[in-house]
C-alpha cells in the first residue's frame, strides 16, 4: 500500500513539475514584435550628415530599443547564430520585444553589439 502511494505521489509531482515547462508550439506562436516608437522624417542635410552613422541601442523592460538616423537593417541573432528576426526601420525609434530573456547579437548595417536581456 505504500509503495503504491508513492508511486501516485512522485506521479503527481511530475505531473506538477513538467507543467510548468512552457510547450514549445506556445513558445514558437509568440514572434518577435517590432513597434515604432518614434519617427524622424526629417530632411535637413546638415542635420543628416552630423548623424549619418548614429546608431543608439539600449534594453530595458524586457525590451531593445534602437534609434536611427538614417534607414538600416536591424538583424536580432541568437547567441548560437539563429536568425530570430530582421526589419528595415526608418530613422526614428522601435522597440523590439521578444519572448525570451537571454543574449542575443543585434546587427545594424556595419555595427553589431551583444544585447542582455
Do not use: C
Not at 20 to 43: F, G
Not at 57 to 68: E, F, L, P, Q, T
Amino acid at each position: 500500500m505504500t509503495r503504491k502511494l508513492l508511486h501516485i505521489a512522485s506521479l503527481a509531482i511530475l505531473a506538477v513539475a513538467f507543467s510548468a515547462i512552457p510547450s514549445r508550439a506556445h513558445a514558437e506562436n509568440k514572434a518577435p514584435q517590432w513597434e515604432t516608437v518614434s519617427s524622424d522624417d526629417s530632411s535637413d542635410s546638415m542635420h543628416d550628415e552630423l548623424q549619418r552613422e548614429n546608431v543608439t541601442i539600449s534594453s530595458r523592460d524586457g525590451a531593445i530599443y534602437i534609434s536611427v538616423a538614417k534607414p538600416v537593417k536591424i538583424e536580432i541573432y541568437s547567441i548560437l547564430g539563429q536568425l530570430i528576426t530582421s526589419k528595415q526601420i526608418k530613422p526614428g525609434t522601435v522597440r523590439l520585444s521578444l519572448n525570451r530573456r537571454g543574449v542575443y547579437i543585434l546587427k545594424a548595417g556595419t555595427i553589431t553589439r551583444r544585447i542582455n536581456l
